[in-house]
């Protein structure tokens, strides 16, 4: 096993560089300087978009298994006053991608030097935060090549301690839907309001009703969520505003339900136009299938975990968050589970502060088990 504090040092590098979905242009250079140091001249790697495939060879394979760690940061000011906090204005790796990152290159590095005799591929994936890049690499086609029997994940969960792991089988994440809503009206002096149509009046009307979709729409025993966590319009404080724009996410557990509440949402909005006079537009951005935890697979894992010194398994619930790396588990069985970092700030925080005592834990764990899990 490699000395687990250069995959501490690793997660610090990249969290001096957080970049934007498709602009992990730093991040993937780091990534492969790093990987061609290794010096292992059979591994094959491959570059696909900002992001890096690589393979290494079995001694005597019988099947190949794959780990994805995402690589994107979010354009979230970091507050951590952390002294490797990130260097690029506006950005942070505020999902735990870091991690993701660090401990995949942990794994990467112990297999390189101690050869399974099944084949490993490690898929480093930009842009999971938006627009999605599962989906993108899938209809590609540039990964049919490795054939894929088996696929696992992992995400950070500040919420649980270090040495935790939680998961279960069947859904873990939920459906997601982006949503962007532009209301347009009528700009005008903030005198004259009757010579206008106050896009931002509409929106605050809009803002209320899209909350009774949940309260009102769904059923109560369908789990949903409808989040604006953006709104931008106006020009000045005595200017009536001509456009706004609500930028949003819509989770849910099933995908009848999605369909409802963007029905639910098409029709409040064609009735405001007609209440405000205005005029509107809606799009559903990137939409992440559920993540779908194999069950078999799953519960073979959490056989093996529950008595591993150092690990406590946690079977947990689902949660309303999203990952693209659902598109890959309706096609790969596999699995991913929630790692233990124990912050006091959660995810998307500007001071998010996982404990690094949880990348050990993980490159540990993982190592046994895909040791375990192959041959
Ligand atoms: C684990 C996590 O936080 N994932 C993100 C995925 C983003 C999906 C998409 N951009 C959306 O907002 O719908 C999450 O926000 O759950």
């Known amino acids: 096993m490699a000395n687990h504090q250069t995959f501490i040092d690793i997660r610090r590098d990249l969290h001096l560089i957080p970049e934007a979905g498709y602009q992990e242009f730093k991040t993937q250079a780091y990534l492969l300087d790093y990987i061609r140091s290794l010096g292992a001249a059979d591994l094959s790697v491959k570059l696909w978009k900002t992001g890096i495939i690589v393979r290494i060879p079995g001694l005597n394979p019988g099947k190949t298994i794959g780990y994805r760690a995402d690589i994107d940061g979010l354009p979230i000011p970091e507050e951590t006053g952390l002294a490797f906090k990130s260097t690029h204005e506006g950005m942070m790796h505020a999902c735990g991608h870091d991690f993701h990152m660090a401990i995949g290159l942990g794994v990467l590095t112990h297999f390189v030097r101690n050869r399974m005799n099944d084949n490993l591929v490690f ?73 206008s149509h106050d896009t931002l009046v509409a929106m605050s009307h809009f803002m209320l009703q899209l909350q009774s979709i949940i309260s009102r729409n769904v059923n109560p025993i369908k789990p949903a969520v409808l989040t604006i966590g953006k709104i931008d319009g106006g020009f000045k ?25 963007k029905g639910r949402i098409e029709s409040l909005l064609q009735g405001l136009e007609v209440s405000f006079n205005c005029t509107s537009a809606i799009d559903y951005g990137a939409n992440y299938m559920q993540v779908y935890n194999h069950p078999e697979v799953t519960r073979a894992f959490m056989d093996w975990a529950k008595d591993l010194p150092g690990i406590q398994l946690i079977e947990c619930e689902a949660s309303m968050t999203g990952e693209d790396f659902g598109y890959l588990l309706e096609r790969i069985p596999g699995f991913m589970f929630w790692l233990g970092v124990d912050s006091e700030h959660g995810l998307h925080h500007a001071k998010l502060n996982p404990d690094e005592g949880a990348i050990p834990v993980a490159i540990d764990t993982l190592v046994q088990y895909l040791s375990w899990l192959g041959r």
């Open 237 to 261: 404080q005595n200017v009536i505003a001509d456009r706004v724009r609500l930028e949003g996410t819509i989770r849910t557990l099933d995908a009848e339900t999605m369909t409802l509440i």
């Open 123 to 195: 898929i480093f994936q930009p842009a999971e935060e938006g627009p999605g890049g599962a989906l993108p690499l899938l209809e590609s086609g540039e990964l049919a090549e490795y054939k894929l029997d088996y696929i696992f994940a992992l995400h950070i969960a500040p919420d649980y301690k270090v040495g935790q792991i939680a998961i279960k089988e069947g859904k873990l994440f939920a459906n997601t839907s982006e949503l962007f809503i532009d209301i347009m009206g009528k700009s005008g002096h903030a005198a004259f309001p009757h010579l």
